[in-house]
């Protein structure tokens, strides 16, 4: 019971390594927050036309998940088999087929 005890306190349940300073999680909050307020901006100052301004929401919106990913999940600090990394990309394209799929589906239904 007491060998049970001991595995893993040290090693934050087998994730040792480094897990980014404060400078970094300083640098991805502000970051953050400008990814956030460039688009709110946009809109509700009407900077740019509709088609330029959904052009701005999608550019930050993958930068926001860019910034999330890289300073936050320490997804470019992982060694070895980069599973995590194997993981969002199945996952980014389950969303993708599904998402294109749905319009696929609505654009090409006879009750439309």
């Known amino acids: 019971m007491a060998q049970n005890n001991a595995i893993g306190h040290g090693d934050r349940g087998g994730h040792a390594g480094h897990h980014g300073s404060l400078g970094e999680y300083v640098l991805g909050f502000a970051l953050s927050i400008i990814l956030t307020i460039i688009p709110i901006l946009a809109v ?12 701005v929401l999608l550019a930050t919106a993958v930068l926001q998940f860019a910034v999330q990913l890289l300073f ?3 997804l470019r ?16 394209i ?11 589906i609505m654009d090409h239904n006879a009750m439309y």
């Open 44 to 55: 509700l100052n009407g900077w740019f036309g509709s088609t330029a301004t959904i052009i």
């Open 72 to 74: 936050f999940m320490h």
């Open 77 to 92: 600090e992982e060694e070895g088999p980069r599973y995590n990394l194997l993981t969002l990309v199945l996952g980014l």
């Open 94 to 104: 389950i969303v993708i087929v599904v998402i294109y799929g749905s319009i696929w």
